[in-house]
Nanobody, 119 residues
């Protein structure tokens, strides 16, 4: 099982950008499909984006399509989420996790990183 640590969150104005990082431990990182998820206050955790082992197979939630880009660097055991044109409704704690199927998380959750978008 890979352990994951998220970073890169912060406070940004609407229309701004942030880049989140998720660093994984262990040599098996490249064997996992990876994804980003988020949980807004009072809401359930939801899927945001996923990427296959080779860097292809990109899939996004409709709410972020065209604004967010997921990528990975297997040599660094890191997955990224570039977030552009941020909106107040993107405010949430963002988590990365391993993924099975199209969007189902199946690993342990890390501490996440807080993203706050002000209007």
């Amino acid at each position: 099982q890979v352990q994951l640590v998220e970073s890169g969150g912060g406070l940004v104005q609407a229309g701004g950008s942030l880049r989140l990082s998720c660093a994984g431990s262990g040599r098996l990182f490249s064997s996992y499909i990876m994804g980003w998820f988020r949980q807004a206050p009072g809401k359930e955790r939801e899927f945001v984006a996923r990427i296959e082992r080779s860097g292809g197979g990109l899939y996004y939630a409709d709410s972020v399509k065209g604004r967010f880009t997921i990528s990975r660097d297997n040599a660094k055991s890191t997955v990224y989420l570039q977030m552009n044109n941020l909106k107040p409704e993107d405010t949430a704690v963002y988590y990365c996790n391993t993924v099975q199927g199209l969007s189902q998380p199946f690993g342990s959750w890390g501490q996440g990183t807080q993203v706050t978008v002000s209007s």
